[in-house]
């Protein structure tokens, strides 16, 4: 399913910046006092209703119905051992934009497979019975102050990336400001306007965009989660996020030939951080889950504060977009963004790092393949035998 909506993210936006105001970007095809004229952006959004009722047409005739009571050939001594532990597959996609995830997934946001192994300690007697003062009970709540830190890291890189999302394309189609003079005495708060590009542009470059995303979700992200370990590839991408939003102002300053490369250059550094980020941190909060059993409740408070930044990053954004437009310096938005963002580069020193827990990330591109490096740790057991009458402990 990410790989189904990585090629989503390189479609949809292509769609979109061909067929808006196709007045003026096919006027060959289009009356200049046409319906399309007057509503410019009514055919792509035509194209994408058609896509839609042409997928609600395969659903409806061509999936297979999965619920139990709904099956004809169901017997009731089946309907009645039956039990609902699989659920409904989040639509996971590459970034944090996504609806959701499933922790309970082997994939955490990617199309990698991921394991997760484990070191233990055992405490037993010589005659291989439990010491019951040793044994460790896991607490029955599912919250732990490592999953608390752990989803509010999850909370903060959601509002930053949403707030990138949405003002991307508005920066790059807002008019660029006639003052464009980086000497000047108000430099680097002196940047009035966007980069003045058509939304026939706009669509291209987020096509590319999804192209960057899907190159470094499957070649990237495998790579740098085997060589540095999933807790440092944290550590790196959440010191670079600030970054990110700090030099994506400025490309409206370059000379008009440094444009696009600005712009490519500003959207790979993005995706490495945002890609590279949002599994790494879905793999340490099942690492911090104090039992498999309660990873549904731990999903659903990340999914629910997951959707709470997702709802405020925008109209947050857009406001300090449109302040910031008043006042001279469309880089307030951007800027804020990036507070957020060193916010969460404080918090993270906050996060506990469990040293007993091992990812393995397995590539499913062929090229990246390391048979050594990616065979992965088997669960580790470390028992120790206590001798009573001796007081001496044995590994």
């Known amino acids: 399913m990410p790989f189904v909506w990585s090629i989503g993210t390189i479609i949809g936006p292509a769609i979109g910046g061909t067929f808006a105001q196709p007045a003026k970007s096919l006027p060959s095809l289009f009356s200049p006092n046409g319906i399309f004229a007057t ?3 009514l055919l792509p959004n035509l194209i994408c209703a058609g896509l ?3 997928s609600i047409f395969f659903g409806y005739f061509f999936l297979f119905e999965t619920h139990p009571d709904m099956q ?10 039956t039990t609902a532990e699989t659920p409904l597959l989040a639509t996971a996609g590459a970034t944090a934009n996504s609806d959701g995830v499933d922790l309970r997934a082997d994939s955490y946001g990617t199309f990698n497979e991921v394991e997760i192994d484990e070191e233990k300690q055992w405490m037993v007697n010589v005659d291989g019975s439990s010491r019951q003062a040793s044994i460790h009970q896991e607490s029955p709540h599912y919250i732990n102050r490592r999953v ?10 959601t509002y930053h990336s949403m707030t990138y999302d949405h ?20 430099f680097p708060f002196n940047i009035p306007g966007g980069i003045g590009l058509t939304t026939t542009a ?18 990237i992200f495998p790579l740098f989660a085997t060589w540095l370990g999933v807790w440092k590839v944290f550590v790196l991408v959440t010191l670079l996020h600030p970054i990110e939003y700090i030099i994506v102002p400025y490309i409206a ?12 250059a500003a959207l790979t550094i993005r995706n490495f951080t945002s890609i590279l980020a949002y599994p790494v941190i879905l793999i340490m909060l099942k690492e911090a889950s104090p039992s498999p059993s309660v990873l549904g409740k731990i999903n659903g408070l990340a999914a629910s504060v997951g959707a709470a930044c997702r709802t405020v990053a925008p109209p947050l954004a857009g406001f300090l977009y449109g302040r910031g437009s008043e006042i001279g310096f469309t880089g307030l938005a951007w800027w804020g963004s990036a507070v957020v963002a060193i916010v969460g580069a404080v918090q993270m020193f906050w996060v506990e790092r469990d040293r007993n827990k091992f990812a393995t990330v397995r590539s499913l591109a062929r090229c990246t393949h390391h048979p050594e490096r990616q065979r992965g740790r088997s669960d580790v057991v470390h028992i120790h035998v206590v ?9």
């Open 72 to 81: 004809p050939w169901s017997t009731q001594e089946e309907l009645d051992n």
């Open 202 to 219: 706009v669509g291209v470059i987020m096509s590319f965009n999804g192209l960057i995303a899907l190159f470094i979700q499957a070649i």
């Open 39 to 41: 509503f410019p952006y």
């Open 52 to 54: 839609l009722t042409v």
């Open 167 to 186: 003002l991307l394309p508005i920066f790059l189609q807002d008019d660029r400001g006639a003052d464009r003079i980086s000497t000047s005495a108000s």
């Open 148 to 157: 608390v830190q752990i989803v509010i890291a999850l909370g903060i890189f």
């Open 253 to 264: 300053l370059l000379a008009d030939s440094l444009v696009y490369p600005g712009i490519w």
């Open 387 to 395: 001798e009573p009458e001796e007081g001496r402990e044995r590994i």
